[in-house]
Protein backbone atom coordinates (compact mmCIF):
# COMPACT_ATOMS: atom_id res chain seq x y z
CA UNK A 1 0.00 0.00 0.00
CA UNK A 2 1.22 3.37 -0.76
CA UNK A 3 1.39 5.62 1.66
CA UNK A 4 2.43 9.74 1.75
CA UNK A 5 2.62 11.34 5.54
CA UNK A 6 2.89 14.41 6.39
CA UNK A 7 4.29 15.98 9.65
CA UNK A 8 3.57 20.39 9.79
CA UNK A 9 6.01 22.20 12.09
CA UNK A 10 4.95 25.17 14.15
CA UNK A 11 7.43 27.41 12.48
CA UNK A 12 6.00 25.83 9.13
CA UNK A 13 8.31 23.37 8.20
CA UNK A 14 6.82 20.17 6.51
CA UNK A 15 8.07 16.74 6.70
CA UNK A 16 6.81 14.48 4.04
CA UNK A 17 7.45 10.52 4.27
CA UNK A 18 6.78 8.10 1.48
CA UNK A 19 6.00 4.27 2.03
CA UNK A 20 5.09 1.71 -0.29
CA UNK A 21 6.86 2.47 -3.20
CA UNK A 22 9.67 0.90 -4.74
CA UNK A 23 12.48 2.66 -6.05
CA UNK A 24 12.84 6.17 -7.98
CA UNK A 25 9.22 6.80 -8.77
CA UNK A 26 8.67 8.37 -5.34
CA UNK A 27 10.06 11.44 -6.66
CA UNK A 28 7.21 11.09 -9.26
CA UNK A 29 4.70 11.12 -7.10
CA UNK A 30 5.88 13.82 -4.57
CA UNK A 31 7.02 16.11 -7.30
CA UNK A 32 4.06 17.82 -8.08
CA UNK A 33 3.25 18.49 -4.19
CA UNK A 34 6.63 19.67 -3.47
CA UNK A 35 6.28 22.29 -6.22
CA UNK A 36 3.10 23.72 -3.87
CA UNK A 37 5.00 23.30 -1.08
CA UNK A 38 7.70 25.51 -1.68
CA UNK A 39 11.55 25.31 -1.23
CA UNK A 40 12.47 21.84 -0.58
CA UNK A 41 15.57 21.54 2.24
CA UNK A 42 16.22 18.05 2.25
CA UNK A 43 15.54 14.54 0.70
CA UNK A 44 16.86 11.86 2.61
CA UNK A 45 16.25 8.16 0.55
CA UNK A 46 14.32 5.53 2.53
CA UNK A 47 15.85 1.63 2.49
CA UNK A 48 12.60 1.21 -0.12
CA UNK A 49 14.41 4.18 -2.82
CA UNK A 50 17.46 1.69 -3.36
CA UNK A 51 15.31 -1.93 -3.08
CA UNK A 52 14.68 -3.09 -6.76
CA UNK A 53 11.22 -4.08 -7.82
CA UNK A 54 10.55 -8.32 -8.06
CA UNK A 55 9.90 -9.04 -11.68
CA UNK A 56 8.31 -12.82 -11.70
CA UNK A 57 8.61 -14.69 -14.56
CA UNK A 58 7.67 -18.32 -15.48
CA UNK A 59 7.96 -20.38 -19.01
CA UNK A 60 5.76 -23.10 -19.43
CA UNK A 61 6.23 -25.71 -21.90
CA UNK A 62 3.97 -28.72 -23.02
CA UNK A 63 4.59 -31.14 -25.71
CA UNK A 64 1.91 -33.60 -27.47
CA UNK A 65 2.53 -36.84 -28.87
CA UNK A 66 0.21 -38.60 -31.06
CA UNK A 67 0.61 -41.95 -32.08
CA UNK A 68 -1.39 -43.32 -35.29
CA UNK A 69 -2.02 -46.62 -35.67
CA UNK A 70 -2.90 -48.34 -38.89
CA UNK A 71 -6.16 -48.02 -39.61
CA UNK A 72 -7.03 -45.65 -36.29
CA UNK A 73 -6.53 -41.81 -36.03
CA UNK A 74 -6.86 -41.59 -32.06
CA UNK A 75 -4.59 -39.94 -30.46
CA UNK A 76 -3.17 -40.54 -27.19
CA UNK A 77 -1.56 -38.38 -24.64
Do not use: N
Not at 5 to 21: A, H, L
Amino acid sequence: METLEFVIYPDGRVKEMVTGIVGASCAEVTAAIEAQLGEVMAHEKSSEYYAQPVVVSSQVSSSVSTQASAGASKSQW
